[in-house]
T-cell receptor
Framework: GAVVSQHPSWVICKSGTSVKIECRSL??????MFWYRQFPKQSLMLMAT?????????EQGVEKDKFLINHASLTLSTLTVTSAHPEDSSFYIC???????????FGSGTRLTVV | AQKITQTQPGMFVQEKEAVTLDCTYD???????LFWYKQPSSGEMIFLIY??????QNATEGRYSLNFQKARKSANLVISASQLGDSAMYFC????????????FGTGTRLQVFP
């Protein structure tokens, strides 16, 4: 089945630094990747949609300069959290539509802690 | 406005019993898809079941069935013969319209199965 590999699974960084999260589709081509953020005990909130070869579409209230998304190839989408602050600490998870019933495959998520 | 509503923050069920997790949705588009996902403490998103808006029959997948009541805009998940391993967060999600793959999640229900 379709697999999305997400790395790293967890990361701790200092305030003010940047962190890059990668989502790689292993056995299919992902023209679209959705990026979600999930705070503890809350739902998945859609942050942005990345499309291969074009600019990402951000949801209302999401700072595009802070959360840089790149989708340079059909198998790789990245999310960079720039100048991270403790309030950016969260679980970030990516998802790609697979075109099959059941529709989506998710990465395993990245737990980001900013200290 | 909330598109997907899950009114049960937490549910308890005894092992081997059935449990219903509620989900209501709001859309004016006649074409939509409804999904249920399980999220254990590890954070991974596990697809359980899908119901399309034009599907005539309720979806079933093993111990999972979806009680789809279109007029009431509800898509409740029924888990039969609960197992201890069913303890997790459960999210209802909707893909709205035929021209988008964007998936919007409800707030989730934490299910705890006790012996």
């Amino acid at each position: 089945g379709a697999v999305v590999s997400q790395h790293p699974s967890w990361v701790i960084c200092k305030s003010g630094t940047s962190v890059k999260i990668e989502c790689r589709s292993l056995d299919f081509q992902a023209t679209t990747m959705f990026w979600y953020r999930q705070f503890p005990k809350q739902s998945l909130m859609l942050m942005a949609t990345s499309n291969e070869g074009s600019k990402a579409t951000y949801e209302q209230g999401v700072e595009k300069d802070k959360f840089l998304i790149n989708h340079a190839s059909l198998t790789l989408s990245t999310l960079t959290v720039t100048s991270a602050h403790p309030e950016d600490s969260s679980f970030y998870i990516c998802s790609a539509p697979t075109g099959t019933l059941g529709g989506y495959t998710f990465g395993s998520g990245t737990r980001l802690t900013v200290v | 406005a909330q598109k997907i509503t899950q009114t049960q923050p937490g549910m308890f069920v005894q092992e081997k019993e059935a449990v219903t997790l509620d989900c209501t949705y709001d859309t004016s588009d006649p074409s939509y898809g409804l999904f249920w996902y399980k999220q254990p403490s590890s954070g991974e998103m596990i697809f359980l079941i899908y119901q399309g808006s034009y599907d005539q029959q309720n979806a079933t997948e093993g111990r999972y069935s979806l009680n789809f009541q279109k007029a009431r805009k509800s898509a409740n998940l029924v888990i039969s013969a609960s197992q201890l391993g069913d303890s997790a967060m459960y999210f209802c999600a909707m893909r709205e319209g035929p021209n988008t793959d964007k998936l919007i999640f409800g707030t989730g229900t934490r299910l705890q199965v006790f012996p």
